[in-house]
């Protein structure tokens, strides 16, 4: 784009320029009536997901409108109609620069999803959308990259979780700075450093377009998730390939460059006696332990694999622990180092690993009386460190990138932040002790016995027992029961003695003195 078209107009403080566009972005929405779907989403099923997509029209991005068999359009509403869902709301906006009278971003839509995707008005919202020109002006429109981002997340967004698309071919040019790099660099601090932004990614398509003078040979979609909730969600989209039936190509990781950089798989398990190790379809390490395995122990074979695309990990220093039954025990490490790996790329890594004895409870324990016949599940987990960390862009991406974005130093915009010097993976260990059913059985049999000794008791207490006495030479039959007290009396009447039952015989007490009273006949 020549200077003749992109005029330049008198700079203005980032901040003044960033709040005039947050309040013109707010009107554009309140003349909307249906803008207050970010605010409210719809009752649904899966928890609802907030959508802003910017879609840049300044003068940099002409071809891409007055190219007839630009597809750039199409590309915009079907990753709207992909990433949304019943329930979801989104804000559909075109952004340049902002100026007076002519605010950016504007919104095109706002809507709640409902059961059918709205593509009828995505295509209508696109339809009339062309490159801007500045009020009163035959000049195109300049370029804001981190206004329009910023307006997303304040306004549109009001700060809450959600999903911030962009829609650009990656030129920064506010107030027609030629200075395109720079401005880049800038856009790039803005996304490293931006406290609200959780994920970064970035999908660089390859869309060659022609107009007059100008073409591109691609551009470029990024996806920033606000908050913790506004990550959640992303995964969650990513997980379920609705984007990926659109977008073919591998995202490149812009943020977090501190996690998830590498991931374990096993390759190979030498299981120690009692202990089985194994693979669960989540992804997760199991450890099935006998309850009288006495040195719980395995050699574990791993493939770390770099899944940090599209960056390399020349170097960095390896160190694992597992974080089980509130122990936290080092791993050993057949080395610990990475070297030269490449994205998507792995290497061996061998490893020897103690569970915790101690800390498994007993045959004979409350834990493995409730799980007799089963398992008593402990989760835990296994963590990787890499520090020292050295990221490099990979040749590939490297390659891609001047292809698809001639003379544009983007590569080294790219690098990533020098803060960024480690990161950790973990991966999820749940230890299963199996209990037999012994235990079970000795306890219900103690029990049966226990039982079966206060039912004799009770029936001893209960029932009546026949009692043989003579009395003055006469002999007698009297019933008493465990616990009670009769008086025995002679001919004339007198009190002469007392029976006494309990559960173990019969006794005379209180007897008179001269009287003739004894148990038998």
Same mark, same amino acid.
């Given at each position: 784009?020549?200077? #003749? @078209?992109?005029?330049?107009?008198?700079?203005?403080?980032?901040?003044?320029?960033?709040?005039?566009?947050? #309040?013109?972005?707010?009107?554009?929405?309140?003349?909307?009536?249906?803008? &207050?779907?970010? *605010?409210?989403?719809?009752?649904?099923?899966?928890?609802?997901?907030?959508?802003?997509?910017?879609?840049?029209?300044?003068?940099?991005?002409?071809?891409?409108?007055?190219?007839?068999? #630009?597809?750039?359009?199409?590309?915009?509403?079907?990753?709207?109609?992909?990433?949304?869902?019943?329930?979801?709301?989104?804000?559909?906006?075109?952004?340049?620069?902002?100026?007076?009278?002519?605010?950016?971003?504007?919104?095109?839509?706002?809507?709640?999803?409902e059961a059918e995707p709205p593509r009828r008005?995505v295509a209508q919202a696109l339809a009339a959308?062309?490159?801007?020109?500045?009020?009163?002006?035959?000049?195109?429109?300049?370029?804001?990259?981190?206004?329009?981002?910023?307006?997303?997340?304040?306004?549109?967004?009001?700060?809450?979780?959600?999903?911030?698309?962009?829609?650009?071919?990656?030129?920064?040019?506010?107030?027609?700075?030629? &200075?395109?790099?720079?401005?880049?660099?800038?856009?790039?601090?803005?996304?490293?450093? /931006?406290?609200?932004?959780?994920?970064?990614?970035?999908?660089?398509?390859?869309?060659?377009?022609?107009?007059?003078?100008?073409?591109?040979?691609?551009?470029?979609?990024?996806?920033? *998730?606000?908050?913790?909730?506004?990550?959640?969600?992303?995964?969650?989209?990513?997980?379920?390939?609705?984007?990926?039936?659109?977008?073919?190509?591998?995202?490149?990781?812009?943020?977090?460059?501190?996690?998830?950089?590498?991931?374990?798989?096993?390759?190979?398990?030498?299981?120690?006696?009692?202990?089985?190790?194994?693979?669960?379809?989540?992804?997760?390490?199991?450890?099935?332990?006998?309850?009288?395995?006495?040195?719980?122990?395995?050699?574990?074979?791993?493939?770390?694999?770099?899944?940090?695309?599209?960056?390399?990990?020349?170097?960095?220093?390896?160190?694992?622990?597992?974080?089980?039954?509130?122990?936290?025990?080092?791993?050993?490490?057949?080395?610990?180092?990475?070297?030269?790996?490449?994205?998507?790329?792995?290497?061996? @890594?061998?490893?020897?690993?103690?569970?915790?004895?101690?800390?498994?409870? /007993?045959?004979?324990?409350?834990?493995?009386?409730?799980?007799?016949?089963?398992?008593?599940?402990?989760?835990?987990?296994?963590?990787?460190?890499?520090?020292?960390?050295?990221?490099? @862009?990979?040749?590939?991406?490297?390659?891609?990138?001047?292809?698809?974005?001639?003379?544009?130093?983007?590569?080294?915009?790219?690098?990533?932040?020098?803060?960024?010097?480690?990161?950790?993976?973990?991966?999820?260990?749940?230890?299963?002790?199996?209990?037999?059913?012994?235990?079970?059985?000795?306890?219900?049999?103690?029990?049966?016995?226990?039982?079966?000794?206060?039912?004799?008791?009770?029936?001893?207490?209960?029932?009546?027992?026949?009692?043989?006495?003579?009395?003055?030479?006469?002999?007698?039959?009297?019933?008493?029961?465990?616990?009670m007290q009769t008086p025995i009396f002679d001919?004339?009447?007198?009190?002469?003695?007392?029976?006494?039952?309990?559960?173990?015989?019969?006794?005379?007490?209180? @007897?008179?003195?001269?009287?003739?009273?004894?148990?038998?006949?």
């Open positions: 784009m020549t200077r #003749s @078209l992109l005029e330049r107009t008198p700079p203005r403080a980032a901040a003044g320029r960033a709040s005039r566009s947050r #309040s013109l972005f707010a009107l554009a929405l309140l003349a909307l009536p249906a803008s &207050a779907a970010l *605010a409210a989403p719809a009752p649904t099923s899966h928890a609802p997901t907030s959508h802003v997509f910017l879609v840049q029209n300044s003068g940099w991005m002409d071809p891409f409108y007055s190219d007839p068999a #630009s597809q750039y359009k199409a590309l915009v509403a079907e990753v709207v109609l992909a990433v949304t869902q019943p329930g979801d709301a989104l804000v559909l906006a075109a952004f340049n620069q902002s100026l007076p009278g002519a605010p950016s971003p504007r919104a095109l839509l706002a809507a709640k999803v008005q959308l062309q490159t801007a020109h500045k009020p009163g002006s035959a000049a195109l429109a300049d370029t804001d990259l981190g206004e329009a981002v910023g307006a997303a997340i304040d306004t549109a967004l009001a700060r809450q979780p959600g999903l911030v698309w962009l829609f650009t071919n990656n030129k920064n040019s506010p107030n027609n700075d030629q &200075a395109t790099a720079q401005r880049n660099r800038e856009f790039y601090q803005l996304i490293h450093h /931006g406290a609200a932004i959780r994920t970064a990614l970035a999908f660089p398509l390859k869309m060659p377009v022609h107009a007059g003078r100008y073409s591109a040979n691609g551009l470029m979609v990024y996806v920033f *998730a606000i908050h913790e909730q506004g990550a959640r969600q992303l995964d969650a989209l990513l997980r379920s390939g609705r984007l990926q039936r659109v977008v073919t190509e591998p995202p490149a990781r812009l943020k977090p460059l501190d996690r998830d950089t590498v991931r374990l798989a096993p390759v190979k398990v030498d299981n120690a006696p009692g202990v089985a190790f194994s693979m669960t379809p989540d992804g997760s390490l199991r450890a099935d332990i006998d309850a009288g395995a006495t040195a719980p122990r395995a050699k574990i074979a791993w493939r770390l694999e770099n899944t940090i695309y599209p960056y390399t990990i020349s170097s960095a220093t390896l160190a694992a622990r597992s974080r089980l039954a509130g122990e936290d025990k080092p791993i050993s490490l057949g080395t610990d180092s990475v070297r030269a790996l490449a994205p998507g790329q792995g290497q061996p @890594l061998a490893s020897e690993m103690q569970l915790p004895v101690a800390q498994l409870p /007993g045959s004979w324990s409350l834990a493995a009386f409730k799980s007799a016949g089963s398992a008593y599940v402990m989760p835990g987990q296994i963590e990787v460190q890499l520090s020292e960390q050295k990221l490099e @862009l990979s040749q590939a991406f490297r390659q891609r990138m001047a292809a698809l974005f001639p003379g544009d130093p983007l590569p080294d915009i790219f690098t990533p932040p020098s803060q960024v010097q480690g990161s950790r993976a973990v991966l999820p260990l749940d230890v299963r002790v199996h209990f037999g059913l012994g235990p079970l059985l000795a306890l219900g049999g103690a029990m049966l016995a226990l039982l079966a000794g206060v039912t004799a008791a009770v029936l001893g207490l209960t029932r009546m027992r026949k009692v043989a006495l003579t009395v003055e030479g006469e002999p007698r039959t009297m019933h008493s029961k465990a616990g001919k004339a009447g007198n009190k002469v003695a007392e029976l006494r039952t309990t559960l173990f015989g019969h006794t005379l007490t209180q @007897l008179r003195d001269g009287a003739q009273v004894r148990l038998g006949h």
